[in-house]
């Protein structure tokens, strides 16, 4: 699918992740708890978290709660999960590591934020053309006698002289004792309240999706739809920011040491590694201290390097005891 151009379209991909990233901090502080502000906030700056001790060693919040809140933002298509092979940094074969898709996550925002404007503008038509009668046994539960001004038109009594509810007309014509009409005549509903009630709540969505500021004025958070549309209008495409390329690339946080699964094997074998590579240097360090012959003469202390295996040959000479041919 084509992108528009507009004055973004020449934004770098690196660019217009920035611009993204700062489009999640913006919905995910007018629509989710603190709790999720957190953890998208720290996806967005480590990239990823594992599922296990390292998550909660470093947030320092319970495993079971993070992950709690992790769930709900899958929920909300927002976090995705991947298996990685974590085994040299003390994890697993296949640790889960949650993580955010970029290209996902702009796809589920666009639509939600379209769902939510459709919704908004049917509850404001609705509370503007609906219920302008009512039946009064509607409010005791009894009927579903509620008619829009056109609707009750065709509900008109020439008897009465005034609009009656259908469902109880209908009810009483094949009762055997039926109820006055005056008990189920329609009475005008006053729909202003539901009218301003929906008016409010597009009032309160704007002021969430709008740019916030301080009490100087400073724009602390840019506004979602202008977010959206910068993304839009680029050409650039987001990743999918998965932590298997991240993790190999070496992007993202490193694990803290001792919260893996096998973290205890690790620090077994980097210890023996350690020993080993010890044990080498101190053969290798006897191996070159043989390679040097110190002598001493009457006149003072001098040395001698010589070559492996020629160490016998120049204490003879030291000593006097021959001379090389």
């Not at 001790?53 to 298509?77: V, W």
Request: one cysteine or more; aromatic letters at 6%; charged letters at 30%.
């Amino acid at each position: 699918m084509s992108r528009k151009r507009g004055r973004h379209a020449d934004l770098h991909d690196s660019d217009m992740t920035v611009v993204f990233e700062s489009l999640l901090k913006s919905v995910a502080r007018a629509f989710y708890p603190d709790q999720c502000v957190l953890l998208i906030d720290v996806l967005i700056r480590d990239k990823y978290l594992r599922d296990d001790a390292d998550m909660s060693t470093r947030l320092k919040l319970p495993l079971k709660e993070l992950r709690r809140h992790l769930q709900h933002l899958m929920q909300e298509q927002l976090v995705r999960k991947e298996r990685v092979d974590d085994l040299e940094e003390g994890g697993s074969r296949a640790t889960e590591f949650f993580y955010i898709d970029y290209y996902h996550a702009l796809q589920v925002i666009t639509y939600r934020l379209h769902l939510l404007k459709k919704g908004l503008e049917s509850r404001e038509k609705a509370a503007r053309g609906t219920g302008a009668y009512e039946c009064p046994n509607h409010a005791r539960g009894l009927c579903e006698g509620r008619y829009t001004s056109l609707e009750a038109q065709s509900c008109y009594d020439d008897d009465l002289g005034t609009f009656v509810c259908a469902a109880c007309r209908a009810e009483n014509m094949q009762s055997l004792t039926p109820m006055p009409k005056e008990s189920y005549a329609l009475v005008p509903v006053d729909d202003r309240g539901e009218e301003a009630k929906a008016l409010r709540d597009i009032d309160r969505v704007k002021v969430q999706l709008g740019a916030s500021t301080d009490a100087s004025g400073e724009v602390l958070r840019r506004g979602v739809h202008e977010l959206l549309q910068q993304v839009n209008l680029s050409t650039s495409a987001l990743s999918s920011n998965l932590p298997s390329e991240n993790h190999h690339f070496g992007r993202g946080s490193r694990r803290i040491e001792g919260t893996g699964k096998t973290a205890a094997i690790k620090a077994k074998r980097d210890a023996r590694a350690g020993a080993d590579a010890d044990e080498r240097a101190d053969a290798d360090q006897a191996r070159s201290s043989t390679d040097l012959l110190y002598v001493k003469s009457g006149e003072g202390g001098f040395r001698i390097s010589v070559e492996k295996g020629v160490g016998g040959q120049a204490l003879r000479m030291a000593k006097g005891e021959g001379d090389p041919e």
